[in-house]
């Protein structure tokens, strides 16, 4: 069964660094999302992106953080200078069609922030 | 304001014993809505969804019930087994199916 993979599974960073979460989205899907999950807390969005521009972004998504899909199979995450409340789950996930409205989650990256 | 929230931190079952977890929404314009269940260390796995024109979905085991009158939702469990211990968030979907909106968690605990 197709599946959402990530890398790496776990990025410790000094904060202030730059940091990349990469994702390979399933390969017929049209929609893709990055969502957070700060430990213990509850998931939140962070953008969706759809035909190659950011369709709906959230207040955490501030200039700090970009995303591209730079070829036809990844799907990244950049946060250009790290905080060390940017500590947290980051889940990349994907999306068929505008008529299906379910997101299939990938494992998710740790990123923690020294 | 608007928001998706759940009324139990924790729930702690019998094996075999049916679950029923809840969820309350705020937003009666909300009309879509999923349940994710999290395994440790895993990302949100798709359980079940109901569309705001219906008040019952039936899965394999599961069944999601929603009351728009008191802004309810619920997940129930039938013969709960061991590796449906994880943590079970609601969600919103809003915008035609862009953003989802996660509620708080409730964390499922199978006892043998």
């Known amino acids: 069964e197709p599946e959402v993979t990530q890398t790496p599974s776990h990025q410790v960073t000094q904060m202030g660094q730059e940091v990349i979460l990469r994702c390979v989205p399933i390969s017929n899907h049209l929609y893709f999302y990055w969502y957070r999950q700060i430990l213990g807390q509850k998931v939140e969005f962070l953008v969706s992106f759809y035909n190659n521009e950011i369709s709906e972004k959230s207040e955490i998504f501030d200039d700090q953080f970009s995303v591209e899909r730079p070829d036809g199979s990844n799907f990244t995450l950049k946060i250009r200078s790290t905080k060390l409340e940017d500590s947290a789950m980051y889940f990349c996930?994907?999306?068929?069609?505008?008529?299906?409205?379910?997101?299939?989650f990938g494992p998710g990256t740790r990123l923690t922030v020294l | 304001g608007e928001s998706v929230g759940l009324h139990l931190p924790t729930l702690s079952v019998q094996e075999g014993d049916n679950s029923i977890i809840n969820c309350a929404y705020s937003?009666?314009?909300?009309?879509?809505f999923i349940w994710y269940k999290q395994e440790s260390g895993k990302g949100p796995q798709f359980i079940i969804d109901?569309?705001?024109?219906?008040d019952k979905r039936q899965g394999q085991r599961v069944t999601v019930l929603l009351n728009k009158t008191v802004k309810h939702l619920s997940l129930q469990i039938a013969a709960t087994q061991p590796g449906d211990s994880a943590v079970y968030f609601c969600a919103e979907n809003n915008n035609a199916g862009n953003m989802l909106t996660f509620g708080g968690g409730t964390r499922l605990m199978v006892k043998p």
């Open positions: 996930a994907s999306r068929k069609a505008r008529a299906n409205n379910e997101q299939f």
């Open positions: 109901i569309r705001s024109n219906m």
């Open positions: 937003n009666s314009a909300s009309d879509y």
